[in-house]
Structures are given as C-alpha cells and as structure tokens.
C-alpha cells in the first residue's frame, strides 16, 4: 500500500494534519487499537488559548499565556517555539470550532476554566470530556473525507529509512512495517511522508492516567530509526488520580480527577483535613504540577498514609455534577459521592514532555519524518509542561508541519530512484507460548520505573533501574525475534527501550530542573541549562 502522507496515530495532533494533508494526497492514518483510545480522548481539562475577547473583557493576553509557559518549563523552553504556538492559539480554537467541536459557552462567550500555573481563567472545555468532544469531531470529520483512509488495528513495527536499508547518502523515510493485528500479517506500507503522532509513554509507569495504548510506540520507532531523542526525563505526573485499590478494571486503575477541579476552588488535604500545599507554595492547590505532585509525594512520606485528599465538599450542592458530570458520575459508580465526601487521590504519571527532537516545524532529522503532538520534543514545554497546552500544541504543529511538508516535498516531487523495500523478515514463526513472561516483564518495567524513577530520583536509583532494564531489554530481544510478534511483543519492545531512554537521560541530568527532581543534586544549576539529546547511531 503507498500513500502521499502516512500518520502514526489518531489523537488530535494526527486527525488535524491528516484532514489538511487530504486536500494535497492521499493519507493513511494508522491506529494501533481502537480509534478514540488516545490520550486526546481522554483529556478532560480542556485546551488552553487566548482569544482575542478575553484581551478585551478580562486583562489576559498572548504574552502572559507565553509568560506562564515559559515559568512553568523552567528555563529550557524554546522560547520561539512558545510564541509561535501560544500565538496561532485563536486559529486553532476556530479550526477545532469549524471540524464541528463545541466548547461550552454562555451567551456569546465561551466558558473559561483554570487550571495550575495559569495567571487567567483560559482554558476552553466541553464539561470534563473535552477530549472526547474534540477526538468525537475529528473522528466524523475524518470519516467523511475522501482521500483519508483510518486503519485501525494496525500496528507500525519498524520505520522503514534509507539507512536501514543500508544507504550512506542522506537519509530519508520510505514507510514502514506495518502488522495488522486482526490478520497477524505484517505489509510494507509506502511514504515519504511520515508523520509519528502516536502519543506518549504514561503506560511505563505502574500508576498513570493514560490509557492502556499509551507504550511509548512513537519514540520507539524513532529511536530504532536513528532520529534524535531529548528530554525523556521530564515525565509529568499528574497530582490528582484517583485512589482506589479495592476496585477492579482500568477505570478504576487510572481514573484522573481534573485539575480544572482545582481550577474551580477543590483544595488537596491530608488525613488531617489540614491544606498541606500552602506550606510549600503560597498557590497551595493551584501550583504548577511538578510541585504539587512533589509536595503529595513528601506527604505521604512523612505520613504514611496511601493517599491525599481533594475536598470540594464545601462548593455548593449540585455545582460538581453540573460542571464535572463525568468526574461526578464515575465517582459515584465508585460509591463516592464527592459532594459530601473528600476524593482520594495520589499522583500518577501522566504526560512525556520530552520525545522525539524536532525544529519548530515538526521536522526531524530524517527527510520526510516529522513528529507532532506529545511524541514529539519540540521545546514547548522546557522541563515541565503547562495544563492543557498540549491539545493547543497537537492543533497548532499539525498546520506547520503540513506547510513544512508542502514546501519542501509537495506530493508529485518525490526524491527519485526509490529503493526496492525488501519484504518484513523475521526470525522466527513460533507461536509466543509463554505469555507469562511478556506479562512478567511488563509488570516488572511498570513496577521498577515506579520505584526508582518517579517524582523523587537519586543516582543510586537511576543506576539500579539502568542495570535491571538492560537485563530485561535482552530478555525482550530475544523474545521478539524467537517468536511470531503480535501487539503485546511489540508493545513490550517499545516499552522496554522508552524506559531505558527515560533512565538514560536522568541519569545524564546532574541537576533538579521542573519535572526532574534528584536528592543528589537538589538545585538547578545553570550550566545544565540545556536539552538532553541522545542518538542511537
Ligand atoms: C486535567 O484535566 O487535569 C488534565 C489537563 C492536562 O493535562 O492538560
């Protein structure tokens, strides 16, 4: 199968630059599961944006949304990244808007909420399942346009490069190994345009907020083909998911309880009903993220409780089923009705603000492959990223990549002489018998990434977690090629190397900077301002 433009992955970021890119070609867009299971489908906050009527009516503006990001990222944003995408925030909001999305509004006005390290209420939402509203538009845009073709199931094994094929010359994508699960048969799928949008990496850690496809797919193929990956240690973990080991099943697992609640006056307590933030950060609840999550961590140290509080016993009745409906139903199919009763919660790994390197055009440095959307490290976020700038982010590169596309490889001037793609080979045909061991190795990443490599780091830690994944990457190899692969090799294999790329780039961070926080070097230290960048080959 050849297409004009290949997308790998159908969360926001991948639906708006595929339903531009049809205008210009052909485009395949590849989902490894089901379609809505992306972390956009999952986003409940809401996009953050500043509009043109909120400069007028409430004293918000570009510049202190680019303020609160470039705070939130502690030095090592791109600043020019920030602009630029914070800057075409309204273009973005009103190509939402026109795809068929509808935020809420009152009157004229959209609905504004608030969210940690945000100055202004400017965070657009429809209730609390915005992403759902948003991926639901997409989906049906996506499904009526001629020349887009969805595939779900279709899970990419490898990129397919020049370099792979052995060529010295500059290196450029051509496609990709391609398994469909229902069939088990791998394809060769043709393109010189790649664009990896497949999300990021919450499943490598045993508590996330993320849906069970977020195994780090996109950095991994990226990786395996040669791109440049940075700033894989800043892993965000969201403060507020809920806590509830007595239940069964992943929406009890991974349930996040928005901080748009926060936004809306819910304040994190301990057992003691006691407001433990405010002792950290004169924001308290409404800090940005790396440290409310750290000052969660340290209370429960100090405690030994299990978990923390969100109390928003005191708004008034009827306000969180109205506001949240989703947030207050699910609670209460859980047997918690938090209008009357305090949520537990815990912190729970939620976004990769690091990824695959790029320009601020999505471009990397192989021709033709871009990436867009949370796989991608484009220097938004710096070292933590703000709440609810990544859906913004996904909208906002999904155009300039496709403009960077048009420009420099419009569809009909493709780079001559393509080379011959040899046929998927691999070692082995052997049923996997042993699913044991693939569930014992996944559980173990989960679990070890937990323990040594979560909100509180030391180099000790790093170290161990370094030796114990290098054992379990050989493990993995050899069951990848003594056996058939399906879904769960591969997510395992891409698992497994996006923990070792999370571990390897906290280890090279001698210094606490947003989201990377180390007992052994407990300040930022201004020479290590920078990204960290490592390569393959
Ligand atoms: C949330 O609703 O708390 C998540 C928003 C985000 O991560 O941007």
Redesign the pocket.
């Known amino acids: 199968m050849n297409a004009d433009f290949m997308v790998i992955g159908a969360g926001i970021a991948g639906l708006s630059f595929a339903l531009r890119a049809a205008r210009h070609g052909s485009v395949v867009v590849l989902a490894k599961g089901d379609v809505f299971e992306s972390n956009t489908a999952w ?4 996009i953050a944006s500043v509009l043109s009527e909120q400069e007028r009516d409430a004293g918000d503006s570009v510049e202190m949304h680019v303020a609160d990001t470039l705070e939130a990222g502690a030095g090592l944003c791109r600043e020019s990244m920030v602009r630029t995408i914070v800057g075409e925030g309204e273009e973005a909001i009103r190509d939402l808007v026109n795809y068929g999305v509808s935020f809420d509004r009152e009157d004229h006005h959209y609905l504004l909420g608030r ?1 940690g390290g945000h100055s202004h209420r400017r965070i657009l939402h429809a209730k ?1 399942t915005t992403g759902r509203e948003i991926a639901r538009a997409l989906i049906e845009a996506a499904r009526k346009t001629p020349n887009l073709t969805i595939l779900e199931n279709h899970f990419v094994i490898d990129l397919i490069t020049t370099s792979k094929l052995g060529a010295v010359a500059e290196d450029r994508v051509l496609g990709a190994y391609v398994l469909e699960r229902k069939t088990g048969e791998v394809k060769v799928m043709r393109s010189d345009r790649v664009v990896l949008a497949a999300g990021g990496c919450g499943k490598v850690y045993l508590y996330t907020t993320n849906p069970d496809s977020a195994t780090g797919d996109g950095v991994a193929l990226g990786w395996r083909a040669g791109a440049s990956i940075a700033n894989m240690e800043f892993i965000q973990f ?1 403060p ?1 998911c809920f806590y509830n080991p007595g239940a069964r099943g992943p929406e009890a697992r991974s349930f ?1 309880v ?3 609640v926060r936004g809306e006056g819910g304040i994190l307590i301990n057992a003691k009903g006691e407001d433990f933030t405010k002792k950290v950060d004169p924001r308290g609840s409404l800090a940005p993220r790396d440290i409310v999550a750290r000052a969660i961590d340290r209370e429960l140290k100090r405690t030994g409780e299990a978990c923390v509080y969100l109390d928003v016993t005191h708004k008034p009745k009827g306000f969180m089923k109205e506001r949240f409906p989703y947030i207050y139903e699910t609670l209460m199919k859980f047997g918690l009705d938090c209008e009357t009763q305090p949520i537990p919660v815990v912190p729970a790994a ?2 990769q603000c690091g990824g695959v390197l790029t320009d601020n055009e999505g471009k990397t440095a192989i021709r033709g492959l871009f990436a867009i959307g949370e796989v991608a490290c484009n220097g938004l976020h710096g070292a933590n ?1 703000l ?5 913004l982010e996904g909208n906002v590169m999904a155009r300039r990549a496709l403009d960077e596309m048009m420009r420099l490889y419009p569809p009909g001037k493709e780079a001559p002489n393509p080379p011959p793609i040899p046929e998927w080979e691999h070692g082995d045909t052997a049923e996997p018998d042993e699913l044991v061991v693939i569930y014992h190795n996944w559980d173990e990443i989960r679990l070890l990434m937990w323990d040594y490599v979560s909100i509180v780091r030391t180099d000790n830690r790093l170290r161990r977690a370094a030796a114990r994944l290098r054992n379990l990457k050989r493990e993995v190899r050899e069951f990848y090629w003594g056996h058939r692969v399906n879904s769960d090799i591969l997510e395992l294999r891409n698992l497994v190397a996006v923990a070792g790329l999370i571990v390897e780039c906290a280890l090279r961070r001698k210094e606490s900077r947003g989201l990377h926080y180390t007992l052994d070097y407990p300040e930022a230290d201004e020479r290590q301002r920078v990204d960290t960048v490592v390569r393959r080959f």
Do not use: P
């Open positions: 986003a409940q906050g809401g969210e609390d969201h507020t996040l928005s901080e748009a939620h976004y990223r709440a609810s700038n990544s859906l």
